[in-house]
Nanobody, 124 residues
Framework: VQLQASGGGLVQAGESLRLSCAVS????????VGWFRQAPGKEREFVSA????????DYAEFVKGRFTISRDNAEKTIYLQMNSLKPEDTAVYFC??????????????????WGQGTLVTVSS
């Protein structure tokens, strides 16, 4: 499985970006795709995740109400719409595939495949 994240860039606080994650293949019934981020000097952290089959979603508290995850099954692409961006959202954003739907979606070690990351920089 290969993942290609794109859509990062430099924006000002309050602006929006939409990240995309193209997935080469997936198992419709069990795969979960997640977004994580890693700021300089910090550990990688969970942002959001979505089930291919059901469309169920999960969000970290710090992005609820600002970020929206969605999927296009036909295009095999996951999107992360990021609104009202803050300087603290600055990080490299990674997408990843988890090969089972049960259990918590927030644990990094549960994800089997990772993309290369896309940099988001939010200036104040």
């Amino acid at each position: 499985v290969q993942l290609q994240a794109s859509g990062g860039g430099l924006v000002q606080a309050g602006e929006s970006l939409r990240l995309s994650c193209a997935v080469s293949e997936f198992t419709f019934s069990v795969d979960v795709v997640g977004w994580f981020r890693q700021a300089p000097g910090k550990e990688r952290e969970f942002v959001s995740a979505i089930s291919w089959r059901s469309g169920s979603t999960d969000y970290a508290e710090f992005v609820k109400g600002r970020f929206t995850i969605s999927r296009d099954n036909a295009e095999k692409t996951i999107y992360l719409q990021m609104n009202s961006l803050k300087p603290e959202d600055t990080a490299v954003y990674f997408c990843a595939v988890r090969r089972r739907v049960w259990g918590t979606w927030r644990t990094l070690s549960e994800y089997n495949y990772w993309g290369q990351g896309t940099l988001v920089t939010v200036s104040s």
